[in-house]
Structures are given as C-alpha cells and as structure tokens.
C-alpha cells in the first residue's frame, strides 16, 4: 500500500489534468513524478496518457478504486498479522467513513491478551521523544521513565515523603544521609551502588534545566557502598521532595540507553512501536503484567482499556484524571509594548472578560478565574476596567501545536478588543527546546501537567528550564528571592507561600490562569487495581485482571 497513490485517488478523478499539477500535488520533482506514474500504470491501477509537448494537458482513468482495494488488505492485515504491521497504514489520508471502519477493525486488537503470559496492548498518539530521565520533559517521555526507572523516594499527592531505593534517612537542617536497600537489581543484572547514585544525581545537579533547583546542593558523596550524603548549608527544606521528581530517576549509563531498575525493562523501542516486560527481579512487588505494548496509532483514534479485545459490548467505566491547566505568559522584560504595565493589564483584562469562552476552542478545557492551584483558591480575582492603551505594533504570541485551540481562543479574545496580534507556531518537540532567556515573543500560551504533589510541582513549572516563565523569571535578577523563599520554608507551608507568589504573578501581568483541563479515561469493568500515577497516567506495575477460570 502507498500514500501518494491513495492521496492521488483522492485527489485526481478520472479526466485531463497536467503533469507539473500532479509533481505539485505528490510533491515531488516531474522525473519523479513521471516514474510513479508509469509504475502505477504498469500495475493496472490508471491509464496515464500524457500530453504532447511541454505543459500541454495529460489524461488519467483509473480502472481501480484505490481505496476500496486497499481497505480489503488492510483489513486482512489486522485479521492476519500484528497491529504493529497495520498501524502505520492507518496514519493514510482515508476518507471519514472507511477511516471509522477502519479505526473500529483496530481497535478490537487493543486490550489485555492471556494466553501464555498476560499482555496489555495500548495505542500511542504521540511518538516517545525519550527513554533518558534528564531529558523527559513531555509528559509521554516521563509517564515511560516513571515506569522503566525507580528514585530514592517517592512523593505522593499529599506531599508524603515514603521509602523507594533508599530504606531510610536522616535529616538535619543541612544535610541529607540516605541508607540503600541492598541487592537492588538493575535490569541488565547489575547491582546498584551509592557511587551509581551519587554519579546519577551529580549529573542531574550540574544540567542546565536543573541547576536552578539544585543550587542549594554543594555537595554529593559516598558514605559507604549503601550510603550517601547530600550537603546544602544553606538549607534546603526541599531535599527529599525534589529526589522523589521524575528527572531525580536512578539510572546507570550505557552505550545504548541508561539501565533502570524499575518494574518493567524496555525490550524494543522504535518510532512504531515500545515494547515493556516484567522485571522479575524487581526490589518491590513484580507486576502482575507480564508485557505491556505500546502502538503508534493516528491522534484522532479512540481508546478505552479493555481486557478483552474480542468483547465489544464489554461494559467500561470511567475513572477521572487531571490532565493539568494552561496559562498566558507575559514577557513582561521584552524591549516591545508589553514591557508597559498598562498594556499587559489591558491584556489582563481582555483575557479574563473572554475566557468563559475557552471551551469553545478547546472542549476538554474548563475556564479558569481563581488559580492554578486546584482547591486553593475558593473566588474569583476580580481586575478594574482599564483604560486602552495605545499598541503601536502587534504583539507576538508563541505557540506549539498542542495548544492550538487555546492559541486560537487568546488570538480572537485580543483583537475583539483592539489588540493587534500574530502568532509563532512551534512544533511540539521545538517548544521544548525553546528555554533560552532571550525570549522573542510577547506572550506565551502554555500547558503544564503537574506530576505528582501540586506543591511542589508548581515550585518547579516556576524553576525548571522547560517553562517560558522560568525562562523569564531567570533573566531578572529581582526573581532570585523566589527560589531562596522555597528553600527557607518548611514544605508543610508551601501552599501559603505558592499562593503568595502566584498572586504577584497575577497582579504584576506576568503570568494569567487560563484553564483546567480534565479527562475521562474509560476502563473495562473487570480490569482490577486500577491507580493513577504520575502526570495522571495508569500506573502499570499494579494493573492486573481477574482470569476467567472454568469450573
């Protein structure tokens, strides 16, 4: 099966056409143009007569309906072979009804499967940017290294602090001394050590998305083979928190990828497909799965997590996770307009009059008028009506595709009310990438999903390097106090002070809640231990299902 052939049966009916018009429409050059065409004719699908001279008028009939045939093989691709095979076909330019019939052939091959072991098979939207814990700064990536990898402790929603790699520690106002448990496999059979520890989070402290959170560590080392210090004189009321982070995972590097001792080791990864198994020497409980699969599928493809993939009318239900909120950034600090405190309040107010209306862009969004800590704050702020200023250029605002409805919602709430704007549209992958301080936008729409604590999660979206706003707060030397209020106050009063530095944020323009975004994840009903973990994702090293066992 062939993309362009499909995309030229869609596009190209039977009749004159010239040749350049189909190069521009394959995207190709006209040589290669005119060595498919004379390929695809061989094949029986078209007759290609073309024109005489140079730009004269061709003529195409098409003796096959190219989608038709191709559903019939695709269709007995996912009958016959595996969803691995088929999947990359289903991303084809298919018309809606022959894609819904398509999507719904697939989708009964997605699931839990027991035969010789258990398998959980799951589609995959967006393709895995990274398997390393420095570097997983999309919630995809660090769902995968939650899983593959363990960290010394970890932090739970209420900010509780319990036992992982280490067993035990002693605290003081100045250092931390933490006690490994002994015989911790990693996955490539190896034991790990406190020097493999005290390496891993010495690279973690001197990269530069994570110098700003680690600055008040001075130092890491062994104690023994089983124990190590970290020494912060002056005081880090965060320590244990910030080791429970996703990024603080243990690995041991390799030539290929870091070696984890989570509960599933990595046995294929590849652009179409990721594949987990079971660790049986995993220091805690092994999971009850044995394999867990991963499928790129197209991003508009419906999924729920069944346990049996030839049950349609299995009764689901649906369990509720955060999928994190969004907010306008202002680059207060930029030589443009919104530099002026009377422009990034009129902003301000254009934003908080339109933003009931966000769920008309982006439905899965609930508009948002307290804060960005859920529960923390019961009323609404409310801003004076300001005076419109004069704007004397448009003001750019920054983007990556994932917050496109969000983007196109802020783009009509300005200029409804006088605004110029334009947009500058980043891929997913290079919105990353964009940390530098030097910002060239005026403002910022930006998505953020908490990972686990939302105290200390929101100290982060305000530390890390992968946040616009950190990215502006570290430019401006009179930001510096923020960091050094976290580390001076003792983590049971972080909600206080998140509050408090929020409500500069607001009240200075700098940084507007937006939305909440929430979803519904559908399960099937007899999928057992069903949990939340880390950026509201399943948490596989606890899901299992009950056999069916005959009498």
């Known amino acids: 099966m062939e993309k362009m052939l499909l995309a030229l049966w869609q596009a190209v009916p039977t009749g004159n056409i010239k040749q350049y018009q189909l190069a521009e429409l394959l995207g190709l050059s006209s040589k290669q143009t005119t060595r498919l065409l004379r390929k695809w004719s061989g094949e029986g699908w078209f007759t290609f007569t073309p024109g005489r001279g140079r730009g004269n008028t061709s003529h195409i009939k098409w003796h096959k309906n190219v989608e038709d045939v191709y559903e019939q093989q695709l269709t007995q691709l996912i009958e016959e072979q595996s969803i691995e095979a088929a999947g990359k076909y289903l991303l084809f330019g298919w018309s809606p009804e022959i894609k819904q019939r398509l999507m719904h052939k697939f989708r009964s091959n997605f699931g839990y499967v ?75 059979g190896s034991i790990l050590t ?53 990024n603080a995972s243990i690995y041991k590097e390799s030539p290929f990828q870091p070696i984890g001792s989570g509960s599933f080791f990595v046995e294929e990864n590849h652009e179409s497909k990721t594949i987990l198994k079971a660790f049986g020497n995993y220091f805690k409980e092994r999971p009850l799965l044995d394999t867990v699969e991963f499928i790129q599928v197209p991003e508009d493809f419906d999924f729920a997590y069944r346990s049996s993939a030839n049950d349609k009318t299995e009764e689901t239900f649906q369990v509720e996770s955060d999928s994190g909120f969004g907010v306008v950034i202002l680059n207060a600090f930029r030589d ?118 939302q105290n200390f999660s929101f100290f982060h979206f305000l530390s890390n390097g992968y946040s616009p706003l950190a990215a502006i707060m570290k430019s401006q030397p009179q930001f510096g106090n923020y960091m050094q209020q976290y580390a001076d106050t003792a983590f049971k009063e972080w909600t206080a002070l998140n509050l408090k530095i929020e409500q500069e944020l607001i009240r200075s323009s700098i940084m507007l809640p937006l939305y909440y975004e929430k979803r519904q994840i559908p399960f099937s009903v007899d999928l057992m ?6 950026f509201g994702y399943v948490d596989f090293s606890k899901l299992w299902v009950r056999p069916v066992i005959e009498e």
């Not at 104690?223 to 429970?244: D, K, T």
Request: glycine share 4%; hydrophobic share 40%.
């Open 529 to 534: 231990n069903i949990s939340i973990s880390h």
């Open 194 to 246: 406190a020097d493999d520890v005290v390496d891993c989070l010495e690279r973690l402290r001197m990269h530069v998305s994570y110098m700003a959170l680690w600055k008040p560590v001075t130092a890491i080392k062994t104690l023994s083979p089983h124990a190590l210090e970290i020494s912060f004189p002056g005081g880090c009321s965060y320590c244990l928190q910030m080791l429970g982070m996703i």
């Open 336 to 453: 443009s307009p919104i530099h002026r405190q009377e422009v990034r309040d009129y902003v301000h107010y254009a934003i908080a009059k339109h933003r009931h209306k966000i769920s008309l862009f982006h439905p899965r969004a609930m508009a948002n008028h307290q804060s960005c800590l859920i529960g923390q704050q019961d009323q609404p702020y409310s801003l004076p009506l300001p005076k419109q200023p004069q704007i004397e250029q448009p003001l750019v605002i920054k983007s990556a595709n994932y917050t496109n409805g969000a983007t196109r919602w802020l783009k009509e709430a300005l200029e409804s009310e006088g605004i110029p704007v334009e947009i500058q549209w980043l891929s997913f992958q290079d919105k990353l990438m964009d940390t530098k301080e030097d910002q060239t936008a005026d403002l910022f729409v930006h998505g953020e999903v908490f990972e686990m604590n």
């Open 114 to 188: 027991q035969s010789d072991s258990d398998k959980m098979i799951i589609p995959r939207k967006y393709p895995l940017l990274t398997l390393h814990p420095l570097y997983a700064a999309d919630v995809h990536s660090a769902n995968m290294v939650a899983t593959v990898y363990s960290r010394l402790v970890s932090v739970n929603e209420r900010g509780h602090v319990s036992p992982e790699l280490a067993h035990s520690w002693d605290l003081t106002p100045t250092k931390l001394r933490l006690y490994l448990r002994k015989e911790v496999n990693f996955h490539d």
